[in-house]
């Protein structure tokens, strides 16, 4: 019950999407993934392994979270980013035009 505790999920781009798609009784539209990539929105797409002794000091939150995974802090909970693109992909066409 650490309130310094954090929890780093696989990014969006490793989530499986039909589970969810399943779960919301829809599929999502398509193009959805696609434009949430494009906003920086699913994690890291390269292969992401790091060299300790060329990592740069500064980045340490990139280097103990190389594909860009999802924080979970039980301070701060998840990044409201990570939440809008929840809603960005699980929504129907009307919520996404608005």
Known sequence: DNPHDVYV????REWDI??????CGR????G?????Q??????????T?????????????GVANPKGG???TRVAGIDPA???ALRALVSNDEEWDV
């Open 49 to 61: 392994t790091v060299n300790a002794s060329t990592s740069n000091a500064d980045d340490s939150y």
């Open 18 to 23: 039909s589970a969810l798609e399943k779960a």
């Open 38 to 47: 494009r906003a920086g929105l699913l994690g890291s797409v390269a292969d």
């Open 27 to 30: 599929t999502f539209s398509p």
């Open 9 to 12: 999920m696989p990014p969006l």
């Open 70 to 72: 999802v924080v979970v």
């Open 82 to 84: 990570v939440i809008q």
């Open 32 to 36: 959805r993934l696609e434009k949430l």
